[in-house]
């Protein structure tokens, strides 16, 4: 089928809207039609040439909320009018980390995810006889996608996907963060560093958690006042003393938990920084530029502090997404308030532009 689709073809220039063609679904693939995406950072690092990871041509975009048009050979789970949200990390629940709880790094498909491919090798992506590749296996910026049914996850069919496509990537990533990586205990106190998607993410997921403290540090008081709006319980407006603050704030001890969600090293080191000895945890949710390192003081870590990487949160996208996507259903996460604007797909690179500009927390496209 022909459909259009905003494709990197260099990167550091803007994505280009065209026609591109797009093969049925293949075994254990299904045939999504898109609904909405969100406009990810991921996205835009991508398309800057930052990512050394990265390819084109390739249809960019991974935060997707969409219905299920077909279903290749296999599949099991996902039928024709399923309502879905795309998964840029997969669980095959068979894999040595789908079956073990401490993980969410699916091993099943991410060699071939990691080149632009699906499962097979291939693309069903194409134009002219060229290969388009895959990003992130997801490919949202287009009207309908071909994604394993292992990257998908089944949602209520009540939650609207204009708003669901955010519990993609940086909703999840905070929520988990806090909730599944961290697992942020009653009554503590945590600290969470940058009031982004996944930041104020973080926050909600610390308030869920039932903590007592939440002190959130961001640049931007508009930022914050959404923070609050979270459940922050103190905010911060970020300097060279963040650290100094929050130490104060906690008696000179720090917080039980910290969270970093901007990517920026000098943030991450601030944040092991305000650590609690004796058991306090880092959970690292931002993702660092290329070639950047973390320098951490040994006697930090000596005197009881850990560090902790966070992928999507350590969300298990099929099975704990949909929980995520109910309990806001229900009332125990406000998301309106993340969505700043609407675009459509020939506006994908304002998307950029916003973000850029910090004008607000998410783009969404709407098809």
């Not at 292992?150 to 009540?158: F, H, M, S, V």
Request: glycine content about 12%; some cysteine; charged content about 25%.
């Amino acid at each position: 089928m022909r459909m259009k689709a905003a494709v990197l073809e260099e990167f550091g220039q803007p994505l280009v809207i065209q026609e591109v063609e797009l093969a049925e679904p293949k075994s254990g693939e299904v045939l999504v039609r898109l609904e909405a995406c969100g406009v990810c950072h991921t996205d835009m690092y991508t398309a800057s040439g930052a990512d050394p990871s990265g390819y084109a041509p390739a249809v960019l975009g991974h935060e997707g909320g969409g219905v299920v048009e077909a279903v290749g050979p296999g599949v099991r789970d996902l039928s024709v009018g399923d309502h879905v949200v795309t998964l840029f990390s997969p669980q095959c629940r068979e894999c040595v980390h789908c079956v073990d709880e401490r993980t969410n790094l699916c091993m099943a498909i991410r060699a071939e995810q990691n080149l632009g491919h699906l499962p097979d090798g291939t693309t069903r992506l194409s134009r002219d006889g060229e290969d388009i590749r895959h990003f992130m296996g997801t490919s949202t910026f287009a009207e309908y996608t071909v994604m394993p049914e292992i990257a998908l996850a089944k949602i209520n069919p009540e939650a609207p996907l204009e708003k669901a496509c955010l519990f993609a990537c940086g909703l999840s990533t905070g929520l988990g963060a806090a909730m599944y990586t961290a697992k942020v205990g009653q009554g503590t106190t945590c600290a969470v560093f940058g009031a982004g998607m996944v930041g104020l993410g973080a926050v909600a997921g610390c308030r869920l958690m039932g903590a007592e403290r939440i002190i959130c540090v961001d640049l931007s008081p508009e930022r914050l006042e959404m923070a609050r709006a979270q459940g922050a319980t103190d905010l911060i407006v970020a300097d060279e003393n963040s650290v100094e603050k929050i130490l104060e704030m906690t008696g000179g001890y720090g917080a039980d938990f910290t969270f970093e969600a901007t990517g920026l090293v000098k943030v991450m080191e601030q944040a092991v920084e305000a650590t609690r000895m004796a058991w306090g945890l880092c959970t690292v949710a931002g993702v660092a530029g290329k070639g950047e390192t973390l320098d951490i003081v040994p006697r930090l870590l000596i005197t009881g502090r850990r560090v902790a990487g966070s992928s999507f949160g350590g969300v298990k996208g099929r099975d704990q997404v949909p929980e995520l996507v109910d309990r806001w259903m229900a009332g125990d996460i406000d998301i309106d308030p993340f969505i700043s604007h609407e675009l459509s797909l020939e506006e994908v690179n304002r998307g950029f532009e916003l973000m850029e500009a910090q004008d607000g927390i998410r783009s969404v496209i709407r098809f």
